[in-house]
């Protein structure tokens, strides 16, 4: 079962996700996108790691190229999140770029082969009407295209509002 959540920022996908992924049987993987960045990011990479440290999660860290993560059959794989990967494709050194959809695409392909159950969080973004420069609205609108293939590919489809999965798509598990 492959299952897309979406959201706004802090809306509870996160804590969602994990308690959706250990109801599945293990292995259980926790791929990590998230470059720690900045002074606050350890902080946040050991608070979430400490919110599932008993849920039984194997955390692979791993920025770009989806494709070729060293990832073995697995229960569930809970992505975290298509948000910071494509910020990671299209703006990192040496990386996709203007290939970002298909690289995305072809990553997420790869890790749905090896895994029974397959958990992508990712954002609602653009919904606010502001204006954005270019790079932002590029960003935007690749991350909007992939949410919808993904939407449109995948059984399961939940908007988090406040923590409470709102089912736009199918049933949860």
Excluded: W
């Excluded at 996160?14 to 959706?20: G, P």
């Excluded at 900045?38 to 999660?57: E, I, M, N, S, Y």
């Excluded at 993904?150 to 988090?160: G, I, N, P, S, Y």
């Amino acid at each position: 079962m492959k299952i897309l959540l979406t959201g706004g920022s802090a809306c509870g996908k996160s804590t969602f996700a994990e308690q959706l992924a250990a109801t599945f049987l293990p292995p259980r993987v926790y791929l990590a996108t998230m470059i720690p960045y900045g002074t606050d990011a350890p902080q946040r990479v050991a608070r979430h790691r400490l919110q599932r440290a008993d849920k039984g999660f194997e955390t692979i860290e791993r920025y770009t190229d989806l494709a070729h993560v060293d990832l073995q059959k697995s229960g569930v794989v809970l992505l975290e999140c298509l948000g910071n990967l494509v910020a990671n494709e299209m703006f990192e050194p040496g990386t996709s770029g203007s290939q970002t959809v298909q690289v995305v695409m072809d990553g997420i392909n790869a890790i749905a082969e090896k895994a029974e159950h397959l958990i992508v969080v990712t954002n609602d973004v653009a919904s606010d009407g502001a204006e954005y420069e270019k790079s932002v609205l590029d960003y935007v609108s690749v991350l909007g295209e992939l949410n919808c293939r993904l939407a449109q590919d995948f059984d399961c489809v939940c908007e988090l509002c406040c923590g409470i999965p709102i089912v736009l798509k199918g049933e949860l598990p």
